[in-house]
């Protein structure tokens, strides 16, 4: 509707000013109106492209950045946050259940805190068990440990399992012994019978020993089980 009363405007001042013949003023004045048009169709055109582009390119720098851990084909859990989602834990709780393991474990490894100890206790079993990462001991152990701390229960009872094993740590039957009885107090299934098979290669003052450290642990933080913590033997005088 606009462009008809441009054309009729100009067709009307030619006639009045008698610029020409009127069938030459119309034939100039539609001229005009035809090369506005492909001007500005080829200007919208050109917006057009532009702005997909620009669409495109904003688009791309919110995707969520990949991992790069030269030591395995998984992203490394030691690695800084950069996906901090409300239901991140959602999603890889999600992929853990539906046993999408290299799901899970990319997504705990990029979540703050990389999802507390729940999140850390996943990894670690993944690690220990080469699901979703190849296996590494190494790794489960720190994770566990991590874990434990943070106080989460499969986690401690799992720790115990290391230091009473001897793997990936030096075996140490008495803080096996403590986290199995921090784990057995939680109501972790098969921590009571580990506590009672590390108790069998304790001294009367080791056990002691271990029995007020996992009672201070429980009433005041596990950060106090994670430290070395050791008493004189005395088996060769004291018998179990």
């Known amino acids: 509707m606009h462009l008809v009363g441009i054309f009729i405007l100009i067709v009307a001042i030619g006639v009045f000013f ?15 109106l035809v090369t506005l048009l492909i001007i500005g169709g080829v200007i919208f055109a050109i917006g057009s492209i532009i702005n997909r582009f620009s669409e495109k390119k904003s688009n791309s720098s919110e995707e969520i950045p990949s991992f790069d851990d030269s030591s395995s084909s998984s992203p490394s859990p030691s690695a800084d946050a950069t996906i901090p989602p409300q239901n991140s834990n959602d999603l890889a709780e999600a992929a853990f259940a539906e046993k999408r393991y290299v799901d899970a474990f990319s997504i705990y490894a990029r979540m703050k805190r990389h999802g507390g100890a729940l999140g850390l206790d996943r990894m670690a079993w993944m690690y220990a068990s080469g699901n979703g990462v190849p296996q590494n001991s ?3 152990f720190d994770l566990y440990r991590r874990a434990a701390v943070l106080g989460d229960s499969n986690a401690q009872l799992n720790l115990g399992t ?15 012994y403590v986290w199995s009885t921090i784990a057995a107090a939680r109501g972790e ?9 590390y108790e069998q290669s304790l001294s009367h003052q080791q056990l002691a020993f271990g029995q007020d450290i996992a009672e201070k642990c429980m ?10 913590f050791s008493i004189p033997d005395p088996s060769a005088t004291d018998a179990n």
């Open 138 to 140: 190494a790794k489960a």
């Open 219 to 228: 009433k005041r933080s596990m950060a106090l089980c994670d430290r070395d």
């Open 189 to 197: 299934e098969g921590a009571a019978q580990n506590r009672d098979n």
């Open 18 to 32: 008698g610029v020409g013949d009127s069938r030459q003023i119309a034939a100039n004045a539609f001229g005009c």
């Open 162 to 176: 290391y230091y009473g094993s001897g793997e990936a740590t030096p075996q140490d039957y008495l803080k096996a």
